[in-house]
């Protein structure tokens, strides 16, 4: 990261250990992953132990250590999904795209990662793409969502189904109903 950059997310920062959640997700948030570089300088400006910081970075999921695609799938593998064929999601993935969870194409667009639950089980198998929710997936569907996200972009992308728009719409009552049943 940039010096001027971490600059400006650690201004009225410093000295306050308390903040240390926060830098760290607008690092995140503005580069994709938290440099090993940036965490030194977190650690001196903050007051935090070098050790904390990195115990942090690694313990939450949000984290990355390291360089995230531009696009990020994520497929539930809580029971619910993997009944109903998550399995089969991950190894579409594998073929399409050649990586597997934790991985990153070489050219930087995809990211794929999986999760043991994402709280909307009666919809599964539950894919996340980009935050993105898209319900009742499969291998077909979501063969076609990569395609489409790697020839267009994901502001143009139809859903899984075809329908403009819609995986957006079913997004937010799919994360607003996740977020009831917690």
Same mark, same amino acid.
């Given at each position: 990261m940039s010096v001027l950059t971490l600059e400006s997310i650690l201004k009225g920062r410093?000295?306050?250990?308390?903040?240390? /959640? !926060? %830098?760290l997700h607008d690092v995140q948030e503005r580069y994709g992953y938290i440099p090993e570089e940036d965490m030194r300088v /977190? &650690?001196? !400006?903050?007051? %935090? #132990?070098q050790i904390e %910081?990195?115990?942090v970075a690694s313990f939450y999921k949000a984290f990355s250590l390291k360089p995230r695609g531009r696009n990020m799938i994520t497929i539930c593998t809580g029971t619910a999904c993997h009944v109903r064929g998550a399995r089969l999601l991950s190894k579409q993935v594998l073929g399409q795209l050649g990586i &597997?969870?934790? +991985?990153? @194409? !070489? +050219?930087?667009?995809? @990211?794929? !990662?999986q999760v043991n639950c994402l709280g909307s089980c009666a919809l599964g198998p539950v894919v996340v793409l980009n935050g993105t929710?898209?319900? *009742?997936?499969? #291998?077909?569907?979501?063969?076609?969502? /990569? @395609?489409s996200v790697s020839e267009k972009g994901m502001e143009d992308t139809d859903d899984a189904n075809g329908e403009k728009g819609e995986g957006r719409k079913r997004s *937010?009552? /799919?994360a607003q109903a996740a977020s009831l049943a917690r």
């Amino acid at each position: 990261m940039s010096v001027l950059t971490l600059e400006s997310i650690l201004k009225g920062r410093r000295s306050q250990p308390h903040q240390l /959640i !926060e %830098v760290l997700h607008d690092v995140q948030e503005r580069y994709g992953y938290i440099p090993e570089e940036d965490m030194r300088v /977190i &650690s001196r !400006e903050l007051g %935090v #132990p070098q050790i904390e %910081v990195y115990r942090v970075a690694s313990f939450y999921k949000a984290f990355s250590l390291k360089p995230r695609g531009r696009n990020m799938i994520t497929i539930c593998t809580g029971t619910a999904c993997h009944v109903r064929g998550a399995r089969l999601l991950s190894k579409q993935v594998l073929g399409q795209l050649g990586i &597997s969870p934790g +991985d990153t @194409t !070489e +050219d930087g667009q995809f @990211t794929l !990662e999986q999760v043991n639950c994402l709280g909307s089980c009666a919809l599964g198998p539950v894919v996340v793409l980009n935050g993105t929710y898209y319900d *009742h997936m499969t #291998p077909s569907k979501l063969r076609s969502l /990569i @395609t489409s996200v790697s020839e267009k972009g994901m502001e143009d992308t139809d859903d899984a189904n075809g329908e403009k728009g819609e995986g957006r719409k079913r997004s *937010h009552r /799919i994360a607003q109903a996740a977020s009831l049943a917690r």
